[in-house]
């Protein structure tokens, strides 16, 4: 083991410089203490999604960085340029990072921010997935093609058609239809969508709203285009009934992310300002989805965002906290195990061990 290098829970630690007292290395700005140690130091990653390709694990992380942008609830100071991806083996071995997989500057209709992106696998082809502003400072969704899964990834010249807000994420299903679901409030716009039309003037919900709903949509077998019109995405309480704004430890916020586990679809997400990631269960890809619960209790930072993977016989939960920087804006992924209780639901993680 080289010299300032050492073991910690699922991760290695490189320090900089003289080795720092452990305790402080492994908790860095955190005030609680970590279950689990960054992935990756060299750069600030956020919003990891985790895919198996090729026998490894690909991480699909936004690439954070200092813009000198001021932060406000709208999110400008996450004023981000490029992605990397990341591959490993082995949660808890070697973090390869394959460099600049798309920079802003070769997309055509960039305007600014690059957030929480996602990828897919299909016949022959690697397809990213990312949301970014347009020239006219609208969030809508790109995608990108490879022959790799580490890219480098060239993007298609004009966003999906249709397509709006934030956080896409692609999932599979078993028959071999692919769905993307996706959106984001607040800064990521989607209140200011209503039957899938732009309302530059629709302010943020209010404590007497519906809560707004993620969107989904069926890709067409090009993978480039959406083969339908975009769907609200129905969470229900144990009720039947759907959540109110005010009901921010459980409604929707931003941060979908859908999996498959014995015959039942898994909705997840954050609750963004109460900071929860939340899951639902139902029983096809389009929902309704009923609400069981939290995954993830609060990370220390504002955003909470997640994936969830099978590997190698373990389920995984992929994260991010502030751990390194101590500032909303610079994360860092992590990882943590994940378990099923018997009747399908999901045991709940605490980032922290106190
Ligand atoms: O990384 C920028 C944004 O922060 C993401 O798109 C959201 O999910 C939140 O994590």
């Known amino acids: 083991m080289p010299k300032n290098v050492f073991r910690t829970g699922l991760a290695t630690i490189v320090a900089i410089g003289t080795l720092a007292p452990a305790a402080f290395a492994q908790r860095g700005t955190l005030k609680k203490e970590p279950v689990s140690q960054p992935l990756i130091r060299k750069i600030f990653t956020a919003d990891p999604s985790a895919h198996?390709?090729?026998?490894?694990?690909?991480?699909?992380?936004?690439?954070?960085?200092?813009?000198?942008?001021?932060?406000?609830?709208?999110?400008d100071h996450f004023n981000m340029k490029d992605y990397h991806v990341f591959s490993m083996t082995d949660v808890e071995g070697k973090v390869k990072d394959h460099g600049v997989a798309l920079s802003i500057k070769d997309i055509p209709w960039?305007?600014?921010?690059?957030?929480?992106?996602?990828?897919?696998?299909?016949?022959?082809?690697?397809?990213?997935y990312f949301p970014l502003k347009d020239k006219q400072d609208i969030f809508r969704i790109g995608v990108?093609?490879?022959?790799?899964?580490q890219g480098p990834f060239k993007a298609e010249p004009?966003?999906?058609?249709?397509?709006?807000s934030i956080d896409p994420c692609v999932f599979r299903d078993a028959n071999g239809d692919y769905y993307m679901y996706f959106g984001g409030i607040w800064g990521g716009q989607l209140q200011r969508w209503k039957n899938n039309r732009y309302d530059s003037t629709a302010g943020i919900p209010q404590p007497g709203d519906t809560a707004v709903l993620p969107r989904v949509a069926?890709?067409?077998?090009?993978?480039?285009?959406?083969?339908?019109?975009v769907h609200e995405v129905k969470i229900l309480d144990e009720k039947g009934n759907l959540f109110m704004e005010d009901?921010?430890?459980?409604?929707?916020?931003?941060?979908?992310?859908?999996?498959?586990?014995?015959?039942?679809?898994?909705?997840?997400?954050s609750t963004g300002d109460s900071h929860n990631i939340c899951y639902a269960m139902g029983d096809n890809p389009y929902g309704p989805f009923t609400y069981k619960g939290v995954i993830l209790e609060p990370v220390e930072?504002?955003?909470?965002?997640?994936?969830?993977?099978?590997?190698?016989?373990?389920?995984?939960?992929f994260y991010h906290d502030v751990q390194i920087s101590g500032k909303t804006h610079l994360r860092n992924v992590k990882v943590t195990p994940l378990f099923y209780n018997e009747d399908g639901t999901i045991k709940k993680q605490n980032a922290y061990k106190n």
């Open 301 to 317: 930072g504002w955003t909470n965002h997640h994936s969830i993977v099978f590997y190698d016989g373990q389920w995984y939960l």
């Open 218 to 229: 069926k890709l067409s077998s090009d993978m480039k285009t959406f083969a339908e019109p």
């Open 110 to 128: 960039a305007g600014r921010q690059l957030w929480a992106p996602d990828a897919a696998f299909k016949n022959g082809t690697y397809y990213l």
């Open 247 to 269: 009901n921010k430890e459980k409604r929707f916020f931003e941060a979908a992310w859908v999996h498959y586990y014995n015959g039942k679809y898994y909705f997840s997400y």
């Open 144 to 149: 990108a093609t490879s022959k790799k899964p």
């Open 52 to 75: 198996v390709f090729k026998g490894r694990i690909f991480l699909y992380p936004s690439h954070d960085i200092e813009s000198e942008v001021m932060e406000n609830d709208n999110g």
């Open 158 to 164: 004009t966003p999906i058609p249709g397509s709006y």
